[in-house]
Nanobody, 116 residues
Framework: QVQLVESGGGLVQPGGSLRLSCAALGNFFSMYDMGWFRQAPGKQRELVATISRGPGGIINYAGSVKGRFTISRDNAKNSVYLQMNSLKSEDTAVYYC????????WGQGTQVTVSS
């Protein structure tokens, strides 16, 4: 079983930036597509970005974050990242990483709060 550990969240003003990290503790990370999800209070968990396996990973974004967020991965470090720029109040949520299929046990997530 793979353990997921997210970090990098915090409080940021609108228009600011944060970089989230996710470490996958386990084997064969490079064999899997990965994604970032978020869950705002009272809302369902949604997929915001995905990156396929391999060095030339295919990337997709939800419309709400396209052009502002950038997903990347480092297979040598078993890690996936989410660079978030031009943050808005509606980006406030707990952010999680997982396979897009949600097959692994969820980590604790990392809280992102965008507020002035």
């Amino acid at each position: 079983q793979v353990q997921l550990v997210e970090s990098g969240g915090g409080l940021v003003q609108p228009g600011g930036s944060l970089r989230l990290s996710c470490a996958a503790l386990g084997n064969f990370f490079s064999m899997y597509d990965m994604g970032w999800f978020r869950q705002a209070p009272g809302k369902q968990r949604e997929l915001v970005a995905t990156i396929s396996r391999g060095p030339g990973g295919i990337i997709n974004y939800a419309g709400s974050v396209k052009g502002r967020f950038t997903i990347s991965r480092d297979n040598a470090k078993n890690s996936v990242y989410l660079q978030m720029n031009s943050l808005k109040s509606e980006d406030t949520a707990v952010y999680y990483c997982n396979r897009p299929s949600r097959d692994w046990v969820w980590g604790q997530g990392t809280q992102v709060t965008v507020s002035s």
